[in-house]
T-cell receptor
Framework: AQSVTQLGSHVSVSEGALVLLRCNYS??????LFWYVQYPNQGLQLLLK??????LVKGINGFEAEFKKSETSFHLTKPSAHMSDAAEYFCAAVGAGGGNKLTFGTGTQLKVEL | DVKVTQSSRYLVKRTGEKVFLECVQD?????MFWYRQDPGLGLRLIYF???????EKGDIPEGYSVSREKKERFSLILESASTNQTSMYLC?????????????FGNGTRLTVT
């Protein structure tokens, strides 16, 4: 079964610093991968998605993610953190089999400090 | 813009009550999903549906049932609410067109069972 692992349940960065949120997936078949963001008291919003082809995917709000098959990773980055980036981030994957149900990682809470 | 509407933001119910959580989407999506979100556990799939009158169990269906009588509406039912069902419940919908079609989420229903 497909599983997604997010390393670090809490990440803290200074405003202006690099943001790196880690995600690894398990599967011998590269899945369809997504990053979602959840702001307080809201639902999940799509940040970006990977489909076969380009390994660097650009999303909204300056975020991007790099797909590395050899490392089964799909880490999320942003060059310069902003206070408004403070939120919870979820990595998710559609695995083998039919349909597009998502398996989610356990989430990473990003804190941005002055 | 896709809109997924969950009828209640907050619900407080007593143990043993029958609870209905309603979700409506306005984009004619075939696929609909119910997830529960708990701190440290991420989102876990309860039930999903790929068509009207169709339903399939997700990863944690025990204690829940669902109903999909119309394409746009997907209801989650707690037959006899228990305190361990206190959680945030998120509904999502998605197109069946391609497997990398993103899911669109409602703002969630925070259920407290006392």
């Amino acid at each position: 079964a497909q599983s997604v692992t997010q390393l670090g349940s809490h990440v803290s960065v200074s405003e202006g610093a690099l943001v790196l949120l880690r995600c690894n997936y398990s599967s011998s078949v590269p899945p369809y991968l997504f990053w979602y963001v959840q702001y307080p008291n809201q639902g999940l919003q799509l940040l970006l998605k990977y489909t076969t082809g380009a390994t660097l995917v650009k999303g909204i709000n300056g975020f991007e993610a790099e797909f590395k098959k050899s490392e089964t990773s799909f880490h999320l980055t942003k060059p310069s953190a902003h206070m408004s980036d403070a939120a919870e981030y979820f990595c998710a994957a559609v695995g083998a089999g039919g349909g597009n149900k998502l398996t989610f990682g356990t989430g990473t809470q990003l804190k941005v400090e002055l | 813009d896709v809109k997924v509407t969950q009828s209640s933001r907050y619900l407080v119910k007593r143990t043993g009550e029958k609870v209905f959580l309603e979700c409506v989407q306005d984009m004619d999506h075939e696929n609909m999903f119910w997830y529960r979100q708990d701190p440290g556990l991420g989102l876990r799939l309860i039930y999903f549906s790929y068509d009207v009158k169709m339903k399939e169990k997700g990863d944690i269906p025990e204690g829940y049932s669902v109903s999909r009588e119309k394409k746009e509406r997907f209801s989650l039912i707690l037959e006899s609410a228990s305190t361990n069902q206190t959680s945030m419940y998120l509904c999502a919908s998605g197109s069946s067109g391609t497997r990398n079609s993103p899911l669109h989420f409602g703002n969630g229903t925070r259920l407290t069972v006392t």
